[in-house]
């Protein structure tokens, strides 16, 4: 039961200090189709904690853990494997929290760890420089394309039709309140990416052009000719990375000519953790630092000469006037970032390219396997470790059945496209170097059954 301090007489003098007649009042800008007129009578009612224990159990128990299958689930968040060094090390007192220190001469051992990370992002995408993370992938996408219209004062966005549709469906949320106008195409189920399109598009009106790399079909695109085009016009190119690991293999999109770059640092350190936290990665050319969004720790010396290490640029909402700040989310993602930084220190360098071309020869292996499965043909056959299979019908129903038989087979792209039926039969599925051969050879045979009977099912 909740501790609830306050009588009716103490809400009745709150309520009256601030001028409101009673509690709802409070609620008036909530519409009223959207209020609850009684209790949630789908809940049950009150019940001793171990009888609640024992019946949240039972419906854990139900669920399909990404550890207890085949898992082959992808699209933004991927199961690797964590060393249990970084689980022991980011459990330590000392770096228990999600928040940046403000005390530098108390918390010198956070602010090098934050420095440290700024650089392992900031070599891994190939820019000048990275800030002390952000909250997660989609918003960091979001604060670039908000840093690009303070840069160029211009607001039509290019989106690239394999940005992650999550991604895309929050910048359109955040841009009805600044008036952005995102121009984003659908998406198609072909081996080409839309990069020539894009390149068409640009003109003096365009504040960014946004791409993901890999995109949302796991596809890999050379984007030289984006960004030299989108700098001609004036215009920011920004690229997506939702799976950092490809970064060990692939070139980096800095490299391409990549004006910001942005992310998400799940699959490096951090757990799928049932959908979060996760760690937004942000990083730019040096030239645009002033407009970035976050915080930026530097290194400098004391007034003995050691070495030491600051909150150097903090431009967010909370610590300045809120019309000069570049951002208003006042999180970052501390704990995760380490998690990411401890995770990428005990690999290395030659770790983390081995760690790519593991992933990607496993990749290959299963694409190859599962493209033999009557029925299933491979749309894309450029990829990282992950890839698109078009299945004779909807890939929902694979998707739901192969999970009955306890393989969790990847993620269909009626799921993430539900309006545009031409994607339906598309499945999305990542190899990471936790799946097996045995792993495969199971989600082929489940394909080839749930492929036998759409094939059946479909009239001639």
């Known amino acids: 039961m909740r501790y609830l301090p306050l009588q009716p007489e ?14 709802d009042a409070l609620f008036a800008d909530v519409p009223e189709v959207a209020r609850l007129d009684g209790p949630i009578h789908q809940l049950p ?8 224990e024992r019946a949240l159990g039972a419906m854990a128990r139900k669920n399909l853990t990404a550890g207890d299958a085949p898992f082959f689930l992808g699209c933004g968040a991927y199961k690797h494997h964590i060393p249990a060094s970084v689980d022991h090390l980011i459990q330590r007192g000392e770096f228990l929290t999600a928040y940046t220190p403000y005390q530098p001469e108390i918390a010198q051992g956070t602010l090098q760890m934050l420095f440290e990370f700024q650089t392992q992002v900031a070599r891994l995408f190939g820019t000048d420089i990275a800030n002390a993370s952000m909250y997660d992938g989609s918003t960091a996408c979001w604060e670039a394309i908000v840093m690009a219209r303070r840069i160029t004062k211009r607001g039509r966005v290019l989106m690239s039709s394999g940005v992650h549709p999550h991604y895309v469906s929050v910048a359109k949320t955040m841009a009805k309140f600044t008036r ?20 068409d598009a640009i003109d003096d ?46 070139k980096a999109p800095g490299e391409m000519g990549a004006d910001i770059v942005v992310g998400e640092g799940q699959s490096i350190g951090v757990g799928l953790n049932f959908g979060g936290p996760y760690v937004g990665l942000f990083a730019c050319k040096e030239k ?14 004391d007034a003995e000469g050691q070495r030491g290490y600051v909150l150097t ?19 970052n993602s501390g704990l995760c970032a380490l998690a990411f930084s401890i995770h990428m220190t005990l690999l290395g360098e030659k770790g983390l390219r081995d ?59 009626g799921r993430l496209f539900p309006h545009a039926s031409e994607l339906s039969n598309g499945i999305v599925v990542a190899v990471t170097e936790v799946a097996t051969d045995a792993d495969v050879e199971q989600l082929a045979d489940g394909l080839a059954s749930v492929t036998q009977n759409q094939r059946e099912e479909v009239p001639a």
Do not use: W
């Not at 081996?191 to 399109?197: C, G, L, V």
């Not at 640029?313 to 999180?331: D, V």
């Open 10 to 23: 103490d809400r009745a003098a709150m309520l009256a200090k601030i001028g409101a007649p009673d509690i």
């Open 45 to 52: 009612d009150h019940a001793s904690e171990m009888a609640v």
């Open 180 to 199: 952005d106008e995102i121009d984003h195409r659908g998406t198609a189920l072909t081996a080409e990416t839309d990069i020539p399109a894009l390149i």
């Open 205 to 250: 009106n365009t504040s960014c052009v946004v791409v993901q790399y890999p995109d949302i079909l796991g596809r890999i695109d050379d984007m030289s000719a984006l960004a030299e085009k989108a700098q001609a016009h004036k215009a920011l190119l920004i690229a997506v990375v939702t799976e950092p690991v490809a970064l060990g293999a692939i």
């Open 288 to 301: 645009y630092v002033r407009q970035m969004p976050g915080r930026l720790c530097g290194e400098t010396t």
């Open 313 to 331: 640029l903090s431009t967010r909402e909370q610590h300045i006037r809120r019309e000069k700040a570049t951002s208003n989310i006042c999180t």
């Open 355 to 413: 760690l790519a071309a593991l992933n990607h020869a496993k990749a290959v292996k299963a694409a190859e396997r599962l493209s033999e499965v009557p029925g299933v043909e491979l749309v894309n056959d450029t990829f990282f470790n992950e890839f698109t299979l078009k299945l004779p019908s909807d890939a929902r129903e694979a998707v739901r059945h192969l999970a009955d038989r306890e393989i969790l087979a990847g993620v269909s792209l």
